[in-house]
């Protein structure tokens, strides 16, 4: 039973961290890209969206759950559902962060929502951050979190929405476990369905190592940055659509739209379904 009055009780919790954008931490994010840049100098600009290796919580072991992660009941609701997952974002940058930058986060649970339906109980929590550097607010993000009941064992599958399939730009992934414990260790991510493949199929019933919703959302920005060097972002607003594990390569695809400013991007799996939908808007 959910009790969404008690897990209400965390909207408007606040947390605060602090970190540096440090040229070591920018260098590893573009070896896990497998990019060729240059040594990142004191002042060089922070892609979009790699702030998320930055201000990330450092639980004490102590504290850590089953799953890997923080126990429940600190910054987020103790929601007793099994499996919790990045379900998609929006964010905007209003100035760029910059190697060597002193930079706060602030965040703030915003709501907390339950539905039931055919996979189940479903719990979404919105998190609001802020990160700001020496110049002031450099990005916004509303940052979607869902919770899912284990699924029964005669619930039929899901039925997905295959992907496009015309692009102007596409790459393939062929994701590993090494890729997935690169950047783990880079967000100091210790949810173990990235990278404990006993616990992810064993006990939450996946059949492979869950490649993070945030490196897929990454890797697409990256594919943009990679045709167009030049551009500037200024905002982007993604959904995770299906998960997508290391058993099977995926497909990053882009278009640009006629407007010059709107980039569409996606992920599509090795069974032509769509597992991220991304819009970029360029500034």
């Not at 450092?58 to 919790?84: K, T």
């Not at 974002?89 to 986060?105: A, E, I, K, S």
Request: with cysteine; glycine share 8%.
């Amino acid at each position: 039973m959910i009790d969404l009055d008690h897990l209400r009780g965390w909207v408007g919790r606040s947390e605060t961290l602090d970190d540096d954008v440090t040229a070591s931490k920018v260098a590893a994010l573009a070896a896990t890209l497998d990019r060729e840049d240059a040594y990142p100098a004191a002042g060089d600009p922070l892609p979009p969206p790699w702030h998320w290796t930055l201000c990330v919580p450092a639980a004490r072991q102590s504290a850590i759950g089953p799953d890997g992660h923080p126990a429940r009941g600190g910054f987020l609701p103790p929601v007793p559902l099994p499996r919790r997952m990045w379900a998609g974002g929006r964010l905007t940058f209003p100035q760029p962060l910059r190697v060597g930058d002193t930079v706060q986060r602030r965040s703030q649970v915003m709501s907390v929502d339950h539905k039931s339906g055919r996979s189940g109980e479903l719990v979404f929590v919105l998190v609001r951050h802020e990160f700001h550097g020496p110049r002031g607010l450099a990005i916004t993000e509303e940052h979607d979190i869902v919770y899912r009941d284990m699924p029964a064992a005669d619930a039929p599958a899901p039925a997905y929405q295959p992907a496009p399939t015309q692009q102007a730009w596409e790459r393939l992934v062929v994701p590993d476990d090494v890729l997935l414990f690169r950047y783990s260790a880079l967000t100091f991510n210790g949810h173990r369905i990235h990278y404990d493949r006993r616990y992810v199929t064993e006990v939450e019933g996946y059949p492979g190592l869950i490649v993070h919703g945030p490196l897929i959302a990454t890797m697409l920005v990256d594919l943009l940055r990679r045709k167009r060097p030049a551009a500037t972002i200024a905002a982007i607003e993604f959904r995770a659509v299906k998960p997508v594990f290391d058993i099977a390569p995926f497909q990053l695809c882009g278009q640009p739209q006629d407007d010059g400013r709107t980039i569409k991007l996606w992920t599509r799996d090795a069974e032509g379904s769509l597992t991220m939908d991304m819009r970029v808007t360029l500034a």
